[in-house]
């Protein structure tokens, strides 16, 4: 992909539709690399990780978005308790951790977003991804996990476009497909579920782009 895109729908699969309402997915293109943060992105990261505290971390899978995430996990067979919602698994990563650290870039423009708005976002580069962009569908059986990744089962969902599959929903992206030191155009997509409206996944992405752009 060539062209900086503002955020567009991802298309979703009739099958998934019609078993998981409120499931879509928004995504952009951004010009960005691999690097090291900047400064000023650091210390938002700092400055961020004050919002945590322990009794905060423990009620917070009350508040709306976290718990529309652990309503949809439940929907589709995970228990919450067991693998974190995003939100939640970073939050307990700060308290452990004593802080939420940099990890570069795209990575902190990824927990930026997440943390200031609860929806998640992924990073593919740029050159993986079809022109005509990302949605969410079952996979076929033995279809390969990216380019060249094993063999998936059928009926797994899946984040993919016309080409390939790219990630597994709410789980790892595909070899070969996330973000490197050559990447120099990214793909960010973001997750979201019933409960949770369209205004904080625009939001979500144009956190991180902001940030990507502006580092």
Not at 138 to 165: C, H, K, Q
């Amino acid at each position: 992909m060539t062209d900086e895109l503002p955020a567009a729908p991802g298309f979703l699969a009739p099958a998934v539709r019609a078993e998981l309402p409120g499931l879509r997915l928004s995504w952009l293109s951004v010009e960005a690399r691999r690097r090291a943060s900047p400064r000023a992105v650091r210390s938002r990261l700092r400055a961020l990780s004050n919002r945590y505290r322990g009794a905060g971390v423990v009620t917070m899978r009350t508040q709306p978005i976290p718990h529309a995430y652990r309503a949809f996990f439940r929907q589709t067979g995970l228990d919450p308790d067991a693998t974190r919602v995003p939100s939640e698994e970073v939050a307990v990563a700060r308290l452990l951790q004593g802080g939420l650290r940099s990890q570069g870039l795209p990575d902190d423009a990824l927990l930026i977003a997440l943390v200031e708005t609860g929806v998640p976002v992924w990073a593919l580069d740029g050159d993986r991804v079809e022109v005509g962009g990302l949605g969410i569908r079952l996979s076929a059986a033995g279809e390969p996990f990216g380019v060249s990744g094993y063999p998936l089962a059928e009926g797994r969902l899946v984040v993919a476009d016309s080409r390939a599959v790219h990630g597994l929903l709410f789980g790892a992206l595909a070899p070969g497909h996330t973000v490197t030191r050559s990447t120099r155009q990214m793909v960010l997509f973001a997750l979201g579920v019933e409960g949770v409206p369209d205004i904080h996944l625009e939001e979500a992405l144009w956190v991180c782009h902001d940030v990507l752009a502006g580092a």
